[in-house]
C-alpha cells in the first residue's frame, strides 16, 4: 500500500503553487508540480524552432525529452526544472512559455507523455501533486482533493503584485485579466483532460482569504482524512 496523495487542482493565477509548496512541507511530503512540465516541454518547442502546431514534431520531441525537478526544501523556491541536462528555472516563467504552453498541453500525446512520468513517480505515493487534471486523470484515487479557484479580477490583481515584487515591469490589470481569462479558457475547454472540478475535490473559493488560510484549511481537511 502505498503513501498519502494530496490532489490540488485549479486555474491559472489562483496561487495554487505557493499553497501546495507549503502544504507539502507542513506534512512533510514532496511536491510535485506538473505544470512545470508542461513549461519545460513548451520551452523546448520554442527554442528547438519547432512550430508550436507542429503536432508531430512536439510528440516526437515529447517522447524523447527527459525533464527532471527538484523541489526546494525552502518552500518559498520554486522547483529547479531541468530539460534534457539543461537548467530551466526561470526560463520556464517568460511570457513566452506562458503564451504557449496551453497549445502545448492541449496535444494529446503531450499528456499522455507526462502523464505516465507523473503516475510513476507518484507510485508510491507520499506527494502534493498540483495542475489541472490531478484528481481527474493523474491520481483519481488520491486521499484528498482539492479544487482552488479565485475570479479574474483577483487572480490578476495578484499576479501584478508577483511581478512588482520580482521587479519586472507592470503590466496593466486589463491585460493580465486577459491572458488568464483566455489560458482558463483553453484550459478549460480542451478535448483531453479540460481543467475541472474531481467528483469528491473539496472546493475553496480564495478571493478573501489569505495564503495562510488557505493552508491551514488544506491541513485540516488532510487530518479530518488521517
Ligand atoms: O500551473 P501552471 O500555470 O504552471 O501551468 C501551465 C500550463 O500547463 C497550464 O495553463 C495548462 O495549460 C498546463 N497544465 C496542464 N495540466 C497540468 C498542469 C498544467 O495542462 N496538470
Redesign the pocket.
Known amino acids: 500500500d502505498r503513501q498519502p496523495i494530496v490532489a490540488i487542482d485549479g486555474p491559472?493565477g489562483v496561487g495554487?503553487?505557493t499553497v501546495s509548496r507549503s502544504v507539502a512541507r507542513e506534512l512533510g511530503l514532496v511536491y510535485l508540480?506538473?505544470?512545470?512540465m508542461?513549461?519545460a516541454l513548451t520551452w523546448l518547442v520554442l527554442e528547438s524552432g519547432i512550430s508550436v502546431t507542429d503536432r508531430c514534431a512536439i510528440a516526437e520531441l515529447a517522447n524523447r525529452c527527459e525533464i527532471q525537478l527538484a523541489a526546494s526544501v525552502d518552500a518559498a523556491q520554486p522547483v529547479r526544472v531541468w530539460i534534457n541536462d539543461r537548467e530551466v528555472t526561470s526560463a520556464i516563467r517568460s511570457l513566452d512559455v506562458?503564451a504557449n504552453?496551453?497549445a502545448i498541453?492541449?496535444i494529446p500525446e503531450v499528456?499522455q507523455v507526462l502523464v505516465k512520468q507523473q503516475q510513476q513517480w507518484g507510485q508510491k505515493g507520499g506527494l502534493v501533486a498540483?495542475?489541472?487534471?490531478?484528481g481527474t486523470q493523474?491520481f483519481p484515487d488520491a486521499d484528498l482533493k482539492i479544487f482552488l479557484t479565485a475570479s479574474v479580477q483577483e487572480r490578476a490583481k495578484r499576479r501584478q503584485q508577483d511581478f512588482l515584487a520580482q521587479g519586472q515591469p507592470q503590466i496593466s490589470l486589463e491585460q493580465l485579466e486577459r491572458d488568464i481569462a483566455a489560458?482558463d479558457w483553453?484550459?478549460s475547454n480542451r478535448e483531453v483532460?479540460p481543467l475541472k472540478k474531481a467528483a469528491g475535490a473539496v472546493e475553496i473559493i480564495t478571493d478573501a482569504k489569505s495564503i495562510t488560510q488557505v493552508i491551514a484549511e488544506i491541513v485540516l481537511q488532510y487530518d479530518r482524512v488521517f
Not at 508540480?33 to 512545470?36: L, Q, Y
Not at 498540483?130 to 490531478?134: M, N, S
Open positions: 491559472a495554487k503553487s508540480d506538473t505544470g512545470a508542461y513549461r506562458t504552453v496551453s498541453a492541449a499528456r498540483e495542475g489541472r487534471d490531478i493523474v489560458r483553453q484550459d483532460a
